[in-house]
């Protein structure tokens, strides 16, 4: 989240957004967010989560188109986070301010617990399971049509990380943007026909809890339309990116043994086949591109740890050189 963004955040505004949907301001607890200001707060016995999103992040119509599209899935049986409404019987609430506007949601929290590093890595069970709601969540997509064209979510093209590539990356990274170039080229050549629909776009153990065998997935705010391969693409890329080059047969060691566990739960739902299977390299370098990007957006590159400073050096040269941080697994 950008600085002048956190500015904007003050007291008056929690206080104004939690009373839409009931809340005191006493019972909100900070719980962080990258590009969400994301509280939670008891009722009757229950956790909920409280969502405040800048208008600079998203527009109001693709908050609700997002909001009917996790409604959707939750009615069709997928376990997700279901939206709430405010006193107004209303599920997307808007604040305006000088020059923006600030968007208000809430959901049900997610029973459970997260899954980190690395307790996640090699963990058969976990990956069956991303497979399987992921297999539910793109057989749904395929026949789901928003009910207001406004409410539509954008493309791939319009992420907005990939749009800023040279407003953060340095100009003289010549190499980067020229790969870029070409990679996105490569995808916008890509066959559409079943495989292309709405998805998740941000699937990785940050979001989804585990309670009881049972996972959860929430936080729909990358959600877009793409290609499918791209939903399956990103949760290997989190699933090995922290396994830096001095470790790359591990890397992808774990990449295919995700991969394998994943298939087996998404393919109860949706079959993929091996078109679909190659394209996953594209979409692991675009997802680079996206975290790439996202460090130099986010992080003071003059005070990073040694994981980050590596991580960044060898993702660049990844970036450059045009190749996925695993290669020869598919």
């Given at each position: 989240?950008?600085?002048h963004?956190k500015?904007?955040m003050?007291?008056?505004i929690?206080?104004?957004?939690?009373?839409f949907f009931g809340?005191d301001?006493?019972?909100?607890?900070?719980?962080?967010?990258?590009?969400?200001?994301?509280?939670?707060?008891?009722?009757?016995?229950?956790?909920?989560?409280?969502?405040?999103?800048?208008?600079?992040?998203r527009h109001?119509?693709?908050?609700?188109?997002?909001?009917?599209w996790?409604?959707?899935?939750?009615?069709?049986?997928?376990?997700v986070?279901?939206?709430?409404?405010?006193?107004?019987?209303r599920y997307?609430?808007?604040?305006?301010?000088d020059?923006?506007?600030?968007?208000i949601t809430?959901?049900?929290?997610?029973?459970g617990?997260?899954?980190?590093y690395?307790?996640?890595?090699?963990?058969?069970?976990?990956?069956e399971?991303c497979?399987e709601?992921?297999g539910?969540?793109?057989k749904?997509?395929?026949?789901?049509?928003?009910?207001?064209?406004?409410?539509?979510?954008?493309?791939?093209t319009?992420?907005?990380?990939?749009?800023?590539?040279?407003?953060?990356?340095?100009?003289?990274?010549?190499?980067?943007?020229?790969s870029f170039?070409?990679?996105?080229?490569?995808?916008?050549?890509?066959?559409?026909?079943d495989?292309?629909?709405?998805i998740?776009g941000?699937?990785?153990?940050?979001?989804?809890?585990?309670d009881?065998?049972?996972?959860?997935?929430?936080?729909f705010?990358e959600?877009?339309?793409?290609?499918?391969e791209e939903d399956?693409?990103?949760?290997?890329?989190?699933?090995?990116?922290?396994?830096?080059?001095?470790s790359?047969?591990?890397?992808n060691k774990?990449?295919r043994?995700f991969l394998?566990?994943?298939?087996?739960?998404?393919?109860?739902y949706?079959n993929?086949?091996?078109?679909s299977?190659?394209?996953?390299?594209?979409?692991?370098?675009?997802?680079?591109f996206?975290?790439y990007?996202g460090?130099?957006?986010s992080?003071?590159?003059?005070?990073?740890?040694d994981w980050?400073?590596?991580?960044?050096?060898?993702?660049?040269e990844?970036?450059?050189?045009?190749?996925p941080?695993?290669?020869?697994?598919?």
């Open positions: 989240m950008e600085q963004i500015e904007l003050n007291e008056h929690l206080e104004d957004a939690a009373k809340i301001l006493s019972d909100l607890k900070y719980i962080g967010g990258f590009q969400n200001f994301v509280y939670e707060y008891p009722k009757k016995d229950k956790l909920y989560i409280l969502r405040i999103t800048h208008s600079s992040h109001s119509n693709h908050v609700c188109g997002e909001i009917e996790v409604q959707y899935l939750y009615n069709n049986g997928v376990s986070s279901k939206p709430i409404a405010s006193k107004a019987d997307v609430e808007v604040l305006e301010l020059n923006s506007y600030f968007i809430s959901f049900e929290k997610a029973p617990k997260k899954i980190c690395p307790e996640c890595m090699n963990n058969d069970p976990l990956s399971m497979g709601l992921t539910q969540i793109h749904l997509s395929r026949t789901y049509v928003p009910s207001r064209k406004e409410f539509m979510s954008h493309d791939w319009e992420n907005s990380y990939l749009k800023d590539i040279k407003k953060y990356i340095p100009s003289n990274q010549d190499r980067v943007f020229e170039k070409q990679l996105t080229s490569q995808i916008n050549n890509l066959k559409k026909e495989k292309y629909g709405l998740h941000d699937i990785n153990v940050g979001n989804f809890f585990i009881h065998n049972k996972m959860t997935l929430f936080d705010d959600c877009q339309y793409s290609w499918y399956i693409a990103i949760q290997i890329f989190y699933m090995v990116y922290v396994v830096l080059n001095d790359i047969p591990e890397r774990q990449a043994k394998k566990c994943f298939l087996k739960g998404y393919e109860r949706r993929i086949d091996d078109e299977l190659n394209n996953l390299s594209l979409f692991l370098r675009l997802r680079e996206i975290v990007i460090m130099y957006r992080f003071d590159l003059s005070n990073l740890d980050t400073s590596t991580y960044i050096a060898e993702s660049q990844r970036l450059e050189e045009g190749v941080i695993v290669e020869g697994i598919f």
